[in-house]
């Protein structure tokens, strides 16, 4: 599914009719700009995902660009990344854990348990979760990314995502922020646009 081709009125829409503050919200933030990474295969959007984890969008950036200087600017195939010396790879910015886990990739991509793009667009959202989870080092806000930000699916909460549990307790005006089973319970009336719920409370201003 290409975003570029999505009408977002229908969703903010519904999600404006929600309550005030949800209005008042999508008011705030402006039209919904949402936009996918269809072109990367989900063997890449993984290890980028792995190289992003725990640091800083800048650090995740320089990390990602020295493992392209590796290939000539380009994203290596997986046969290429398994071939890669460790310590060039630990020269990138990767910890040892995380070499572990894109080689885990790689392997994968090489077995076929990470699917093609095209593979993956014949899968439901559980099933792409139940068989990336296998992956080591692989949790399910990792693959809850690539469903949003690779895949493009439309009802995607990440209800272990700081960013977006903070988000409501502050829409809400909270003392205290929701558990993950509480959100994913709250967010249920957010279906089938979970995920552009999501993408405004990751702007709720603070």
């Known amino acids: 599914m290409n975003t570029r081709k999505i009408n977002f009125i229908e969703a903010t829409d519904t999600l404006a009719r929600l309550d005030a503050d949800w209005a008042c919200l999508i008011k705030t933030v402006g039209p919904c700009t949402f936009d996918a990474k269809r072109e990367r295969e989900p063997y890449e959007a993984l290890i980028r995902a792995v190289a992003y984890q725990q640091l800083h969008s800048k650090a995740g950036d320089a990390n990602i660009k020295r493992l392209l200087d590796l290939y000539g600017g380009t994203f290596p195939a997986p046969a290429q990344l398994i071939a890669t010396e460790f310590g060039m790879l630990k020269a990138c910015g990767f910890s040892a854990c995380k070499i572990e886990t ?64 903070e ?29 552009i719920a999501s993408w405004y409370l990751w702007r709720v201003p603070k």
């Not at 593979?119 to 692989?138: E, F, H, N, S, Y």
């Not at 829409?171 to 979970?194: F, H, M, N, T």
């Open 167 to 195: 988000g409501y307790k502050r829409l809400k005006k909270l003392d205290v922020a929701p558990k993950r089973k509480e959100i994913a319970q709250i967010g249920a009336c957010w279906s089938p646009y979970r995920t």
């Open 102 to 165: 894109i080689h885990g990739i790689a392997q994968g991509a090489l077995s076929g348990l990470v699917p093609s793009s095209l593979d993956a667009d014949t899968m439901t959202d559980k099933q792409l979760i139940d068989r990336l989870i296998k992956l080591k080092g692989i949790g399910q806000w990792t693959i809850e990314m690539l469903l949003i930000f690779n895949l493009a699916r439309l009802d995607i909460l990440p209800a272990d995502d700081f960013a977006i549990v």
